[in-house]
RNA sequence: CGGGGCGUGGCGCAGCCUGGUAGCGCACUCGAUUUGGGGUCGAGAGGCCGCCGGUUCGAAUCCGGCCGCCCCGACCA
């Protein structure tokens, strides 16, 4: 039961100057959010009754899969940071109390729930479980941007499954994608699951939730039948016309000319015929030498994961005392492992000579370097899978889940004695969705020229009742009658009362974005029909006004 | 962390180069008028010009330092 007249909800006819992302200049200009800092936000009532719509959608589907809801703390004792290694991240706010101890704020909560399995879990009778919460997590973010799309501080639904084996797991992370599939969709938005890399918190598997959008950070690699993470696609790439290899490779002087296109243009051959070294210094094999196609660019996850070890790239100086001079570096005659990219087929590619301004021609793989393969490139637009060529969108990250096997368990002790009274560590999983980037992407991706355009499940309310004239008129008197009717089919109404211009109430219902809007004016008793505005689309309808109320509620059930 | 930019009433901006009275639009208050697309007229209130220091008779303006914020990139359990 709302009343705008004295509800605060601060709406702004501009934008903040410095904001890009559409969900930051709407939700701001909304009235939804407010910032307080770099990458700290207020929510206001109306975006806060959005958040809690989508936090009681997730809530109902971990309940129908056995979550059971409980709160950690926010500040934690740094001990179980330090057991797993955690305590090194950057983004990781640390902390001492007034009597010096280590602290840290969370940034998730593997840390602590672990603990309590490990003080709790004794034999395998105790498993399985599902524990979440939706609680405050805190992140020294570098670069804080895009008003709530990424911030130093967020709720998050996270949720941890202990299970006895890797079966056992398996089952609840089928759960959780059943899950969490069905929170996306409650919550209206067009979003993608897809495989993603383990990344920093290690484990045997991963998905991400994704929700296309301009103003996202993420990109993601879609093919029928196919979506993955651009950090971990593979697709077969775009064919390249390459002249033959020669026997041996052909001096060719290159004054100058470093870079993959100039050398390409000059020598008359696609950039594809050109071989682009990308030197790195892996942590235990040294110096490696990596190729792909000149077309392609590495991508520094697969390659991190193909070496299963990470790596720097190779500074000038190591480049030139074990190569070759920088921007004319190649395979050839070098003694420095080589790992070549698997779109680099049969051919004779151009190679850098590893002497200045000059490359080599006619190089074949194999026939004049030897060479390890593996699969490092990153996919592009227009490569294809079965036959189908894959696009790339960007999208931003709603969710993930992880199968993080005993990356937890291990170091924080957290054990359970099987039938035979064997000590076995707990099999882990990890879930995390935000609430505020759901928010954020569905304001993305159903803004128009006018502003917000609610999917009916996240709407901060139901309905918006625009009630013109002023107060104490014949019309005001039908706004409140059909308010009234309204609250009794059990909608979520906020009545626009304010003693305003019509203009400035729809301009501000249409920023809002609630699903419907009603407007009741002279008009509407001279008629007797009530104007209805979808939002999405701006379609007007009438209804008559004897039985308005169930014929809204009727109207708003068949919106998305 | 690298690059770029910005801090002036609540919001959006001008003024700064070339030192001297802080200005505009919207919002706000009061009165009148207006009520189906941010209307009109009149009268008002509101500013440590981010902070500290320096130069100067005098600093929003010039110089130095600091802080904050944004954008691009790197990074992102």
Known sequence: ????????????????????????????????????????????????????????????????????????????????????????????????????????????????????????????????????????????????????????????????????????????????????????????????????????????????????????????????????????????????????????????????????????????????????????????????????????RVNEIKLRNQLKEDFRPAREDEIAERIGPPGFIGPVGVDVPILLDEAVGDGGYITGANRPDHHLRGVEPGRHFPFERADVRRVEEGDTLAGHPIRIETAIEVGNIFKLGTRYSEPLGATYLDEKGQTQAIVMGSYGIGPARIAAAAVEQFADERGISWPRAIAPWDVELVGLGRYGTEERALAERLYEELQATGLEIVYDDRDAGPGEKFADAELLGVPLRLTVGKRTIASGELEVQIRRGQETRSVPLEGAAPAVAELWRTLP
């Open 1 to 296: 039961m709302t009343r705008l007249d004295r509800y605060f909800l601060p709406t702004e006819k501009q934008p903040p100057s410095d904001a890009e992302a559409i969900s930051h200049k709407l939700m701001v200009r909304a009235g939804l959010i407010r910032q307080v800092g770099s990458g700290l936000w207020s929510w206001l009532p109306a975006g806060w009754r959005v958040h809690q719509r989508i936090v009681q959608i997730v809530r109902e589907e971990m309940d129908r899969i056995g979550g059971q809801e409980m709160l950690m703390p926010v500040l934690h004792p740094a001990e179980p940071w330090r057991r797993t290694g955690r305590i090194a991240i950057d983004e990781l706010f640390k902390l001492q109390d007034r009597k010096g101890a280590d602290m840290v704020l969370a940034m998730t909560h593997e840390e602590i729930v672990t603990l309590h399995a490990a003080q709790s879990v004794r034999s395998y009778r105790d498993l399985q479980k599902i524990l979440y919460h939706f609680q405050v997590k805190e992140r020294d973010e570098p670069r804080p941007r895009a008003g709530v799309l990424r911030t130093r501080e967020f709720i998050m639904k996270d949720a941890y499954t202990f299970d006895r084996d890797q079966a056992g797991l398996d089952e609840n992370y089928a759960k959780h994608i059943t899950a969490y599939d069905r929170m996306l969709e409650r919550c209206g938005l067009e979003w993608y699951r897809v495989e993603s890399d383990v990344g920093m918190m290690g484990g045997t598997g991963a998905h991400e939730y994704m929700a296309p959008c301009a103003a996202g950070e993420n990109e993601v690699a879609l093919a029928p039948g196919y979506a993955a993470s651009v950090e971990i696609a593979s697709a077969t790439p775009q064919p390249v016309d390459l002249p033959p290899p020669l026997d041996e490779p052909e001096l060719v002087p290159t004054p100058g000319l470093t870079t993959v296109e100039e050398v390409a243009r000059s020598l008359g051959v696609p950039d594809g015929a050109v071989l682009k070294a990308y030197p790195i210094m892996a942590v235990d094999r040294g110096l490696i030498l990596v190729l792909v196609r000149g077309d392609h």
